[in-house]
């Protein structure tokens, strides 16, 4: 079965500061990448997916990731955080079958 | 709909009662799924449905939860003698096929005192 690690449980920063949150994986075969994002009192929306192609894919809001198949990692950047960015940061990983396996969050605050 | 919507969305309960938790998908998603999040816990998969029939029940985590769905449309979560550790946000999640991205609903807050 596959299983998501991601590598920080909080980052705290400042506006304007770079953003990038680690995700690994393990699963040798084809997988299909997500990130989605839980705003405080929102419900998970998507931010980003990768399933083929150019490995560094642009999501909503100036975030993007980059798959790394070697490293079996999709990490999540953005150069610039706002304090709107705060928010829990999921990463998802699903391979062969159906079942989206999730990372156990990280949680970002951005100081104003 | 136009997105999945999940009913109650705060339920508070009493030790030892039953309660359903209903899930209504986007219209046209044959793929339907249930997450648990519990604080700290990360999201948890409990079972999902194609069409109808429930493929993998595997993240159930007793027998005292179950599932269906019907007209391969609306889900129904059942949990049975509800236990204290059974509080968590309990997410409903619908997609159009397995290999695409899961559109989530806001989930039920399930509180059991």
């Known amino acids: 079965a596959q299983s998501v690690s991601q590598h920080n449980h909080h980052v705290i920063l400042s506006e304007a500061a770079s953003l990038e949150l680690g995700c690994n994986y393990s699963y040798g075969g084809t997988v299909n990448l997500f990130w989605y994002v839980q705003y405080p009192g929102q419900h998970l929306q998507l931010l980003l997916k990768y399933f083929s192609g150019d490995p560094l894919v642009k999501g909503i809001k100036g975030f993007e990731a980059e798959f790394i198949k070697s490293k079996f990692s999709f990490n999540l950047r953005k150069p610039s955080v706002q304090w709107s960015d705060t928010a829990e940061y999921f990463c998802a990983v699903n391979a062969a079958d159906y079942k989206l396996s999730f990372g156990a969050g990280t949680t970002v605050t951005v100081r104003a | ?113």
């Open chain 2, 1 to 113: 709909g136009a997105g999945v919507s999940q009913s109650p969305s705060n339920k508070v309960t009493e030790k030892g009662k039953d309660v359903e938790l209903r899930c209504d998908p986007i219209s046209g998603h044959t793929a339907l799924y249930w997450y648990r999040q519990s604080l700290g816990q990360g999201l948890e998969f409990l079972i999902y449905f194609q069409g109808n029939s429930a493929p993998d029940k595997s993240g159930l985590p007793s027998d005292r939860f179950s599932a269906e769905r019907t007209g391969g449309s609306v889900s129904t979560l059942t949990i049975q003698r509800t236990q204290q550790e059974d509080s968590a946000v309990y997410l409903c999640a619908s997609s159009l096929a397995t290999s695409y991205g899961y559109t989530f609903g806001s989930g039920t807050r399930l509180t059991v005192v």
